[in-house]
């Protein structure tokens, strides 16, 4: 009887061994644990900062446009583009990213981006359009 127990002991610690490490593995840097988002706030700050500083904002060459239009949520930055930090009279405005993350600026588009990884968290469509189209 007792062999029976030890047994029975032995094998379920194995299925719950397995229950406790399988499944989805999470990744965190230390931080909030959530994924750096562009708030419906932020895009209205960021619309108003490049709707009065139209001119000093840079201009996306033709090439880079057909890039910029793939661009998605979990996809990472093609190789070659060229994209520009948000200036930090804007970026001071914005909510502090977590670290290892950076706002980019490419095209119309503001983007949220690993700064190793080059993973795209976050973008936001034509939220830097000065003319508001």
Known sequence: MRN????????????????????????SDGNSGSRPLISSGERAVIHDYCASHAGSLPVVRRQDARALSRLHRGGTLPAGIALDRLPQRLERRLSPLPRGYVRVLAGT???VVGRRSGVIADLARGVCNPSGR
């Open 109 to 111: 588009d503001v983007l």
């Open 4 to 27: 029976l127990v030890l047994l029975s002991a032995f094998l379920l610690s194995g299925c719950i061994a397995q229950a406790l490490t399988s499944g989805n593995i999470a990744f």
